[in-house]
């Protein structure tokens, strides 16, 4: 027997339709992860694998935290699920007030749901609704951003602006993109590049074209994170808060991958000093344990939806999830962010980031290496392409490191790296140069 396959059979095997994944691939030559503790998965062959990209961007504070176990046991014996609509339970006020506590001020308002890609439909239809309630129904537009993700639903896809995701998919949704902001001039910063503020202004250009009074919102990451960690240069995300400003746009940032320590603190917005107007989050909110994402919307948002509410019985917003604010995603979410403020883990993140800066801007004169990028504790390689097949070598690359005990993740033309929170300087070290053999290796 296979012991890769954890005693699975080819049939089951073939049964699951894997996202985002070669299945083809992976089915004849399967990853499969049995087990998971602190920083270290368990792949089935019983190898530890160190996590360099806590799960998918979630789980920053390690695996198997007991706390969030328990609190989520706790809550699954009280109170299994509660009717999201018209009727509460205790958890989702507690979590949405500690949510705020966290936020740049004004950001005051929590609408709760499923993941990051429900956040992202849930801010995009309260942007558009936004300007209704104020009799502006012709700004409906929604700009997003070249390298931009959003996420997987139609809204998302719409302003997202990784082609891939959208090609096969037909027409999406009106919208516009900002141009991306990897410059060539750029290569291999530190930190937040210095050149690239001017490339907010390509939304004058948008406006002239659609006009202000068209326009709902733009959609960003601060950090866009999937594309492979692009840090908003210098001076870009204010001077794209002061256009939204000056023509009543709504400034949405995505923080589904950046809030809740990624960054060094509890927000994007905080660590750039720019603040939206609406931000959403997920992932690392329950660290990952349970799929839960959060709307964040300033106060005067949310009265706006109030005061032209209608009688007081009437829903000023018909939109939700039957899952939205479910009372174990809440219990997870508490749990965690306990974790994170008494383990001081947004400080440590900062810490971290330091060093990961130091050890992958080592890489640089390795072949194949085109560009290095890093943010906080995010981390990104692009990778020269192989003739004719861009997303070759980072692939095989992956694989590399998994075979040598390291899970990281490829994407596009770029290999990406999100240590957890609590790893120590010398697993940094031992992933990054594993990655320099691997690259060797496929060199
Ligand atoms: N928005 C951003 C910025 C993301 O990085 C992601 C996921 O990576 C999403 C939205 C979608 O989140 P989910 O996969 O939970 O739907």
Not at 157 to 184: E, K, M, Q, Y
């Amino acid at each position: 027997m296979n012991d890769k396959l954890a005693g699975l059979t080819q049939t089951q095997l073939d049964a699951h339709w894997m996202p985002y994944t070669g299945n083809r691939q992976f089915k004849r030559d399967p990853r499969i992860i049995t087990a998971a503790d602190g920083c270290y998965y368990t792949s089935a062959d019983g190898r530890p694998i160190f996590d360099g990209l806590s799960g998918l961007w979630t789980c920053g504070a390690g695996h198997n935290r007991k706390d969030i176990a328990k609190a989520i046991s706790q809550q699954l014996a009280k109170l299994d699920y509660a009717p999201a609509f018209q009727f509460g339970h205790p958890s989702s006020f507690a979590l949405a007030e500690r949510i705020t506590q966290l936020m740049p001020e004004g950001l005051n308002r929590v609408f709760f749901t499923n993941s990051g890609s429900d956040a992202v439909e849930t801010s995009l239809k309260i942007a558009r609704a936004y300007w209704r309630k104020k009799g502006l129904a012709s700004k409906t537009k929604l700009i997003g951003r070249s390298k931009g993700y959003h996420g997987v639903n139609f809204g998302g896809v719409s302003v997202g602006g990784i082609g891939a995701n959208r090609a096969i998919f037909g027409p999406a949704l009106s919208t516009s993109h900002l141009p991306h902001t990897l410059l060539s001039e750029n290569r291999f910063s530190r930190g937040q590049p210095e050149c690239g503020a001017h490339l907010a202004e390509a939304l004058l250009d948008i406006i002239d074209l659609h006009d202000a009074s068209n326009i709902a919102a733009v959609i960003i990451e601060p950090m866009a994170g999937s594309a492979g960690v692009l840090p908003p240069p210098e001076g870009y995300l204010q001077r794209l808060r002061d256009i939204c400003e000056q023509h009543q746009i709504l400034l949405i940032f995505d923080e589904v991958i950046t809030a809740f320590g990624r960054l060094g603190s509890a927000t994007g917005a905080e660590i750039f000093g720019v603040v939206p107007d609406i931000l959403n989050t997920a992932k690392q909110l329950t660290n990952g344990v349970i799929p839960m994402g959060a709307v964040v919307v300033q106060q005067e948002i949310y009265e706006s939806f109030l005061q032209q509410g209608g009688p007081d019985y009437q829903l000023e917003l018909p939109h939700g999830y039957t899952y939205s604010a479910h009372p174990v995603a809440c219990a997870a979410a508490l749990a965690t962010l306990d974790i994170l403020e008494r383990d001081n883990l947004f400080k440590r993140s900062a810490e971290l980031a330091y060093i990961l800066e130091d050890y992958i801007h080592q890489l640089r004169n390795l072949p194949l290496i085109y560009d290095i990028r890093n943010c906080g504790l995010a981390a990104a390689l692009t990778i020269e392409s192989a003739p004719g097949e861009p997303l070759l070598r980072p692939f095989l690359i992956a694989l590399k490191m998994w075979d040598k005990g390291f899970y990281i993740r490829y994407s596009g033309n770029t290999l990406q790296l999100g240590v957890p929170f609590i790893s120590r300087s010398e697993e940094i070290d031992g992933l990054i140069n594993a990655l320099a053999e691997s690259i060797l290796e496929v060199a």
